[in-house]
C-alpha cells in the first residue's frame, strides 16, 4: 500500500461528519434518512459521505427491499473505532479541557 493511499484512508476519519456516521453505525446498519437524523445533517451531505466511505470499504451497503441500508466493516473498522474510544477516554481528556 503506498503512503498516499493510506492518507487518504486516514483522511476519511479526519471529517467529523464522517466520524458522526460512524459511532452512529457501531450500533446497526441504517438508512440515510435514519443516519440523516441521528446526526443533524442533511440527507444529501450524508449520502455523499457514505459513497465515499464505501468506495474505501469503510461501511457497505445492502439492498432492503427499496432502502439501502449501511453497514460499518465490522472486520477492520469497528475494531479500529473502539480501539480509538479506549485511546480517546484514557489518553485525550487534557484535549477535551480546551
Do not use: W
Amino acid at each position: 500500500m503506498e503512503k498516499c493511499e493510506k492518507q487518504l484512508f486516514f483522511g476519511m476519519f479526519a471529517n467529523k461528519l464522517k466520524v458522526q456516521i460512524l459511532e452512529e453505525l457501531m450500533a446497526r446498519p441504517m438508512g440515510v434518512t435514519e443516519i440523516s437524523n441521528a446526526v443533524d445533517a442533511e440527507r444529501s451531505n450524508v449520502s455523499h459521505a457514505l459513497l465515499s466511505m464505501n468506495s474505501c470499504k469503510i461501511v457497505g451497503v445492502e439492498q432492503d427491499g427499496r432502502q439501502r441500508r449501511y453497514y460499518l466493516n465490522r472486520e477492520t473498522v469497528l475494531p479500529m473505532m473502539k480501539l480509538a474510544e479506549k485511546h480517546v477516554s484514557r489518553n485525550c481528556s487534557k484535549c477535551f479541557a480546551k
